[in-house]
């Protein structure tokens, strides 16, 4: 079946920092999400990408879709507190969008 | 909107007992999924519905039944507990189609079988 790897697993930074994640897969996707996990939450759409190549900036944030479709990356500028939680790629089943396929997660921790 | 709620938020159980968990949704979203989370994993998807009355099996569908009789509900049934069912537990729903798959999530149901 589709797996997505996520590196790195975690991460402790300083406020201030750039933070960079990605996310990798052994098959090809159409899509690609990153969603973000608060603790005790459930999981929340951060970006949508869906054309190889592209480049989505939410704020502070910036996705890209990976031109091999393959692989997918977020960068989060000047990190804040509140950006503490579980970073999430996810990309869906072929054919139907109601499938998801979650990474693994990466946990950015924030240290003042 | 109160978007996709999720019942009990909590849940003990005891290994063999049943129960349903609950999940609707106010935005009349077509598609609806649950999913699991186990510590250090991503979420799995247990079974999902692109409409009332149609049901299909995710990647982890053992030991559930699903059922989608109204567009705003789909709850998922335990029919016979087991300590390897101890999860967090989220529903999902979105419109669905391509660029329209952002999918919105319950707050989740934490289940521990005991």
């Known amino acids: 079946g589709q797996q997505l790897n996520q590196s790195p697993q975690s991460m402790f930074i300083q406020e201030g920092e750039d933070v960079s994640m990605n996310c990798t897969s052994s098959s090809i996707f159409n899509t690609w999400l990153w969603y973000k996990q608060d603790p005790g939450e459930g999981p929340v759409l951060l970006i949508a990408l869906y054309k190889a190549g592209e480049l989505t900036s939410n704020g502070r944030l910036t996705a890209q879709f990976g031109i091999t479709r393959k692989d997918s990356f977020l960068n989060i500028s000047a990190s804040i507190p509140s950006d503490v939680g579980i970073y999430f790629c996810a990309g869906p089943h072929t054919g139907t969008a109601s499938k998801l396929t979650f990474g693994t997660g990466t946990r950015l921790q924030v240290t003042l | 909107n109160a978007g996709v709620t999720q019942t009990p938020k909590f849940q003990v159980l005891k290994t063999g007992q049943s129960m349903t968990l609950q999940c609707a949704q106010d935005?009349?979203?077509?598609?609806m999924s649950w999913y699991r989370q186990d510590p250090g994993m991503g979420l799995r998807l247990i079974h999902y519905s692109v409409g009332a009355g149609i049901t299909d099996q995710g990647e982890v569908p053992n030991g559930y039944n699903v059922s989608r009789s109204t567009t705003e509900d789909f709850p998922l049934r335990l029919l016979s507990a087991a300590p390897s069912q101890t999860s967090v537990y989220f529903c999902a729903s979105s419109y669905g189609g391509l660029g329209k798959d952002t999918q919105y999530f319950g707050p989740g149901t934490r289940l521990t079988v005991l």
């Open positions: 935005m009349n979203h077509e598609y």
